[in-house]
């Protein structure tokens, strides 16, 4: 008998009437004959209320207290699916991650996972009965109460999931799965069947919501099988899986895309060896991230102009830098620009076929789009453009690469 | 450095400016230099927006699902009120019952405290940190989160206090303290200064709602002083003490009354010896707790009439029960009443006092009010009568027994 993770997300579990739809997918993988371990979300809005009581008392007080607050969210949930499984005849106990436990560091808010001890859930299942676990939070070595940050819920399944050895790890959403591209934008998009870990990575990182990085990283790490799937419909999903298990693997598999970039240009700062490090060595220290970068010679031949883009969020914070730094640096002109976005096509097939970025670039070029930045690495090119063209660029991009579906 | 226990209910911690009221309370008391421990209950409407949930589900399912999702609401109010605390200057963090701990039996929904262990909380305290402890929880043997029931974070607060060796257990609420009798009725109430145990207990069991019986009973079996006040005025409240700290002590101290009895009347009985405990006998097998009793001859001289009271809630069970016994019992009619009240003088002047009894009859009597059943103690007399007499007859009683206040 095989044992799965079933994690049901916040919008999953969202009211009582969606607690008993995510129950019966439970319902189903029982009577298969499934050893089944849930992991729940807090009620979708439950989570922002409480995060909401402790921002208006003051922001960034003790975390230890925002994770207690928070925390109580999953607590109702897990109660309430395992009071709903009960109903529908099926034995199931709520497990609070203190109680699992699953133990982690002391870094509250976005603490990491030591260790999920899987022996108390294995005597549960032992005796026929569900445990419905709390996802997101954990418990300290100090004994207080931990949460795990932004996508909690799902690194809890996973992580649960590598520790109890299970077959596969079920994330309930209310999407049908991963799809070649966001399909809001792109009404042609597909829900692909099958997609690797690195491409899940990628697709992740670079803007695709459906999945957290951490979460992904996790199951490839522990060579988890992840599904990502609808609550609602009960069809079959997208399985994140090692690359062998994909015969007939894209060249392409997706498309993401980000807004929350924020390209930034230097002009005219002199062309000396070491004005990069003059310039990213204080970003960095400030714990500001550099995406992109490409650097061009002015065209007076003396100074040079480098543009680089870093998280919508802290462009503030990095343009105080550079002002703090300029004594150094010297430019003559800083220009700030948040109407960017940055595609990138992702892609395992990238590998073994060349090609990949001159599809991309002549499908931009026949839109008469201009690429501002590019980067790439082995399974991804990103490219940075004007917002103005993200619908129009997307939809290029997602015939170009053969990735429209057939209806 | 004296230790005190303040507990704050639903309405003192409804919002968060309630909160930052109720923080204002614990402040005060340690800027005069006390070691104070904080017992919050749930935010109003929270406990009851859980309840909801279990019950939309299916009521009567697994007490340790209710208790698990009934518990976060304190949960909550511990980290909130912590958080407030800090931002005010003053150290302080949350402690769940399990954390404390605060041991209970496994008797989930209504669990009965085993022990308070109040090393973890001597030690916060010898930090210099103000504990602030989920009321209404524990935890029982096996791991699992429990409830206390009806009052139960007021029970909280006194095992605490019991467990610290607190100099005094501060009840914060939303009225002024112990009244004579509900002011909302008899205008000429007043707060009483203080209350002994024994008082107080009758008042809580004969239905005066600001203490409920099992905190009572708790604080006068370790001799942990109460004390039962205003979060909002900040005035002195009510001490409930030993008898001996009361120097001038009332005859009568406060009139009760509750709503929530109903009279059974048996008519025709045949007169046999044992027909009470034919009677009772069932009742008690079907814990229905039988109140008040008298007992008379018909007018017919051969059978016997008997009447009772039991709590309303068990009217109809009660009735149950008679009618399966009735081939035993033959009583020829059966005649229920919900329209009755009970009314209760209170005081332990009653032990070395006279005529307390015949002052109330009087006052009653004057009004044209029948006495439909009467029971005692020694410190009690309590009276059934109908309904519609209520607020007259208590406010004849509050004025016969000298307690309407001089303004």
Redesign the interface.
Known sequence: MSLIVQKFGGTSVGD?ERIAKAATRVEHAVRDGHSVVVVVSAMSGETDK?VG??R???PD??P???D??V???E??T???M???L??MGIAA??W?G??VPILTDESHGRARVREARPENLHACLDEGIVPVVTGFQGISES?R?TTLGRGGSDLSAVVLAAALGAERCDIFTDVDGVFTCDPRIVAKAHKLDKITYEEMLEMASQGAKVLHTRSVATAMNHRVRLQVLSTFTGAPGTLVVDEDEIVEQQVVSGIAYSRDDAKITMIGLPDDPGIAASLFGPLAAAEINVDMIVQNISPDGETTDLTFTVAEGDLERALAVLEANNDVLQARRVEPDTRVVKLSVIGVGMRSHAGVAGTMFKALASKGINIQLISTSEIKISVLISEDYLELALRALHTAYDLDSAE
């Open positions: 009582l409480l009581y402790v208006d008392i003051q007080l003790d230890r207290e925002y207690a607050v925390a109580s969210g607590q109702v897990a109660g309430l395992a009071l709903t009960q109903k106990r709520s609070q203190w109680q004994g109460i």
